[in-house]
């Protein structure tokens, strides 16, 4: 096992997976949390299938991480649910799972993470988004996740600065990934080509985890220089 130990959420996928393979890359032992399974071999990756929405999923996770580890330097938060549709179209259980899994997913990870903490090397890094700063038509419901989970961490940077711990918002414009096959029909107007990639995410990644322990990034929002989503 590595020294440096890291846990990441929404390992399956996208970002999240990205996220884990840069960090082992980088020498860290990777505990990968996601629904559905990660399907990164590799010897320094711990696969943690959990449902972040349950709260006794997440403690189970900490406790299996506390068996292995004294301490967590990483914690990277990229589970998250995205839906496309008007606020009219959009279905009551589509915005409870946005907030479910959006918010109250992250609010478990925070909550149970605290033993894991060392002081002036923790580092929380959320991935939240320009739609946690401005609303954008036909993504009520992830705005309104977005923006609930920086309150929450807007809270924790208060309430836990006795702690030393570092906390990083990351506000990307939008990251090509799969995701966004299920709800281009939203978006036709829009040229893809517009967007991040994953390796435009990855170089902002690589310069706050390798940045120094007394620097963090209150707000460090990143776009493609089109300015995102341009028709």
């Not at 940077?157 to 939203?186: A, C, H």
């Amino acid at each position: 096992m590595s020294s440096l130990t890291a846990l990441v959420t929404g390992a399956s996928s996208g970002i999240g997976l990205e996220t884990c393979q840069y960090l082992l890359e980088e020498g860290y032992t990777v505990f990968g949390a996601s629904r559905s399974g990660s399907p990164i071999d590799h010897d320094n990756f711990i696969d943690v299938e959990l449902d972040i929405r349950r709260e006794a999923d997440v403690e189970e996770l900490f406790s299996e991480i506390s068996n292995q580890e004294d301490g967590l330097q990483v914690i990277v938060q990229c589970a998250g649910v995205f839906d496309a549709s008007p606020i009219i179209e959009t279905e009551s259980k589509v915005f409870r799972d946005h907030l479910d899994t959006n918010i109250m997913g992250a609010f478990h990870v925070f909550k149970h993470s605290t033993e894991l903490i060392v002081p002036n090397e923790t580092h929380y890094i959320t991935l939240l988004s320009v739609a946690a700063q401005k609303g954008f038509p036909n993504v009520g419901a992830y705005c309104a996740s977005k923006y609930g989970l920086k309150g929450l961490v807007e809270s924790l940077k208060e309430e836990w600065e006795s702690k030393k711990v570092r906390f990083t918002n990351l506000y990307p414009g939008p990251i090509d990934t799969p995701m966004w096959d299920e709800v281009m029909d939203e978006f036709d107007e829009y040229d893809r080509g517009s967007m991040l990639n994953l390796d435009d995410y990855i170089g902002v990644l690589d310069m706050v985890v390798k940045s120094a322990p007394h620097i963090q990034f209150p707000e460090l929002t990143f776009l493609h220089r089109s300015g995102g989503l341009n028709p």
